[in-house]
């Protein structure tokens, strides 16, 4: 076996193969949130207006938390569990990407936050000024 392929083999094997719901990106402008396999969402930190963790009273299967982020034009709603680490990645402008998992990884995830849905919805800007 080549050096080239034992040093691509290692690379990998000291990779996390580990499901993750969110990238981390030094400096990050901007958060991409994967509302589904073919579908994103970007929008920038900088125009974050405010968010809200709290308890999901949805019950049942329901997660447990939800994370609602205000930006001018949207309001993307995080469903899942342990996302108060979202919020502080958010606080150090290092959240580039969030990604929802199968509930099937929501306990091996440890510590790390789970998110099980997305949504974002859009506000309507049609009774806004014209322009």
Same mark, same amino acid.
């Given at each position: 076996m080549s &050096?080239?392929?034992?040093s691509i083999d290692a690379r990998r094997a000291a990779e996390k193969a580990e499901p993750t719901c969110h990238a981390?990106? &030094?400096n990050a402008t901007w958060v991409d949130f994967h509302v589904s396999?073919? &579908?994103r969402c970007g929008f920038p930190v900088g125009q974050l207006c405010h968010y809200t963790l709290e308890a999901n009273d949805g019950g049942g299967d329901e997660p447990p938390e939800r994370l609602t982020l205000a930006f001018p034009t949207a309001d993307v709603?995080?469903?899942?569990?342990?996302l108060a680490r979202l919020v502080e990645l958010l606080h150090d402008h &290092?959240?580039?990407a969030v990604t929802p998992l199968d509930a099937r990884y929501s306990n091996a995830l440890g510590k790390a936050p789970w998110v099980a849905r997305i949504v974002v919805s859009r506000i309507d800007k049609s009774?806004?000024?014209p322009g």
């Open positions: &050096s080239l392929q034992q981390i990106r &030094s396999p073919h &579908s709603v995080l469903l899942g569990a342990r &290092s959240l580039g009774t806004g000024a």
